[in-house]
């Protein structure tokens, strides 16, 4: 088991930024994939950013170059910075750790409980 708590949300201004962090437990953390994602209401689950076990990050399409993932596998953690947050981006962020690299929540095996970011206009 992978245990993963999330922190970091809040209110910010369109043009902000926040940082977003995701503390793992339990297993060894630097054998795991780990993604974000991101569900607003009515919504389905998207996909943020992933990096992989070596540090390499991938982004959603609609990152564009505002957010940044990282990991530390020292402090068994990752991280998503997110700078010119649009109201869009409004949502529940996720942390997911899994073993197979990819961008679908199903190949995600553990997951936090989640963090809400609101972006007011």
């Known amino acids: 088991q992978v245990q993963l708590v999330e922190s970091g949300g809040g209110l910010v201004q369109a043009g902000g930024s926040l940082r977003l962090s995701c503390a793992a437990s339990?297993?060894?953390?630097?054998?795991?994939?780990m993604g974000w994602f991101r569900q607003a209401p009515g919504k389905e689950r998207e996909f943020v950013a992933r990096?992989?076990?070596?540090?390499?990050?991938y982004y959603g399409d609609f990152v564009k170059g505002r957010f940044t993932i990282s990991r530390d596998n020292a402090k068994n953690t990752v991280s998503l910075q997110m700078n010119n947050l649009k109201p869009e981006d409004t949502a529940v962020y996720y942390c997911a750790a899994g073993q197979v690299v990819g961008q679908i929540s199903g190949q995600y095996d553990y997951w936090g409980q989640g963090t809400q970011v609101t972006v007011s206009s």
């Open positions: 990096v992989s076990l070596s540090g390499i990050p």
């Open positions: 339990g297993r060894t953390f630097s054998n795991y994939v």
